[in-house]
């Protein structure tokens, strides 16, 4: 669904490939892969943990491929996700991509705003406000 920009610099991870935009807002998208394990998301997070460098961000994220996770990593995403994230925006065109995301913010309420769209013009418009 999202696509980054030709000039973008893209950083792969296993489940994702992240850029950035020129307001700074980080976008991702999900690879159509298995779930990853807790040691293999924190080994994702200590490479965020570098790229960010103590700042957070505004994430647009494309969860149409995103893998159920276990309630394990759930729980440990939600402690984890709100030192990087001041707001996030999700896509998807998959009914079970849309499912799994609102799946983990409602079970975890999260200390920062999220909300899920059709299409990327929307999520953006609706991060601004956060910037």
Known sequence: ???????AELIEF????IWFDKSGIMYSVSKKVPAQ?????????????????GRKVLWLADVTNTAESTREMREWAAEVLPRYIKAIAMVSDSALGKMLANLFFTLKKQPYPTKMFTNEKDA?????QYL
């Not at 669904?1 to 000039?7: A, E, R």
């Not at 394990?37 to 460098?53: N, V």
């Not at 953006?124 to 601004?128: A, C, G, Q, Y």
């Open 1 to 7: 669904m999202l696509t980054p920009p030709k000039d």
């Open 14 to 17: 296993p489940t994702s490939t």
């Open 37 to 53: 394990s807790l040691e293999e998301a924190r080994k994702t997070i200590h490479k965020l943990d570098e790229l960010l460098q």
């Open 124 to 128: 953006k418009e609706w991060l601004m």
